[in-house]
């Protein structure tokens, strides 16, 4: 296998084995980001915060994208493993995903920009959405592969892309992506909830991927509501309601999802944690008040301390040297 030849600060590095699941962090700095935009319209915060943070998302997703494009010319074989990994693959689909989210992240400053990249954000995430769904319909696969990453590329992608199509002023292309990701989440929610319930426990390193069973219902509301206007309606309230379901019994697991080390997949979490605060922070802006203006404050500082925990954490395993442990793609199986 080929070393990247990749150079930072005159140090020499092999890059090649970063994940495509490392694209998550993106989706988690970008969400929460986005909260404090919507909270500095509601609270008059101050501006900056929410935008450094948009920044340092951009920043990683230039950063891991070049890492990942260095790993298909110089580590393919690694690459080619991950994309028929059964489970790992479906991590893939954050690539495409999160330029689309970095299109909303630039959409006030590059208007032409944010076009192009949603464009070619939602093309490449529909392509594997499609494609990997195809997979899936032709049968034939284990039982215990199934896990919450089976929603990232045809559920978090069509939410994803109805938000930014709709902040773009494409709403009827918003209310198809909405559609694509709406459906696909109940034909898959029944499929996953089967296998946590009747096969073995998820094995440890791949326990964190639970995290993404909070994404789809606040996802789902925050792109409900992209596509509607006015005070939120009882459909948007089930969503989020279901949403919050979904964060107590995460709460709950706590002490056995939290039984392996620290790790990069953490970050799994993070977009439904910041999901479920815009979610609410949403609900404010369109009019809602008395105990949801409450619970808005509530989310908002808990995603800050959720997210920024992460972070800190991640960091210090960049700076120890442990960010990436060896053998990645043999830990699952």
């Not at 999160?98 to 590059?110: E, K, M, N």
């Not at 029944?190 to 946590?196: D, E, V």
């Not at 992209?226 to 995460?250: K, M, N, R, V």
Request: glycine fraction near 10%; charge should be positive.
């Amino acid at each position: 296998m080929k070393k990247s030849p990749l150079k930072f600060a005159g140090l020499k590095a092999d890059l090649s084995p970063v994940p495509a699941s490392f694209f998550g962090i993106v989706l988690g700095l970008a969400g929460l980001g986005n909260c404090w935009r919507v909270a500095t319209k509601l609270w008059h915060l101050p501006a900056w915060i929410g935008e450094s943070i948009m920044l340092m998302a951009v920043a990683v997703w230039l950063l891991l994208l070049m890492l990942y494009v260095s790993k298909w010319l110089w580590a393919r074989e690694e690459a080619l493993a991950e994309f028929k990994h059964p489970i790992l693959c479906c991590f893939i689909g954050l690539v495409p995903l999160s330029t689309v989210l970095v299109a909303l992240v630039i959409l006030p400053y590059f208007h032409e920009i944010a076009i192009v990249l949603f464009v070619v954000g939602a093309l490449g995430q529909l392509s594997f959405g499609v494609y990997r769904s195809g997979q899936l319909w032709m049968g034939g696969r284990k039982p215990e592969t199934t896990t919450p990453v089976l929603y990232l590329p045809t559920v978090a992608g069509g939410f994803v892309s109805a938000i930014v199509a709709s902040a773009l002023g494409y709403r009827e292309f918003g209310v198809l992506f909405f559609g694509m990701g709406m459906f696909s989440w109940i034909a898959l929610e029944s499929i996953i909830m089967q296998r946590l319930f009747l096969l073995e426990a998820l094995p440890n390193p791949l326990r964190p991927t639970l995290g993404i069973q909070l994404a789809p219902p606040v996802v789902g509301c925050v792109s409900y509501l992209s596509i509607t206007s006015g005070q939120p309606d009882t459909f948007a309230q089930i969503l989020f309601g279901y949403g919050l379901l979904q964060a107590l019994i995460l709460l709950r697991l706590m002490p056995w999802l939290f039984q392996q080390p620290f790790a990069a997949s953490y970050w799994a979490f993070t977009f439904g944690i910041a999901a479920l605060s815009l979610s609410s922070l949403r609900f404010v802006e369109r009019g809602m008040t008395g105990a949801m203006e409450g619970l808005a404050v509530l989310l908002f500082i808990g995603a800050n301390i959720a997210i920024g925990s992460i972070a800190l954490g991640t960091l210090r395993l960049l700076l120890q040297g442990k960010l990436l442990p060896p053998g990645i793609l043999a830990k699952a199986p």
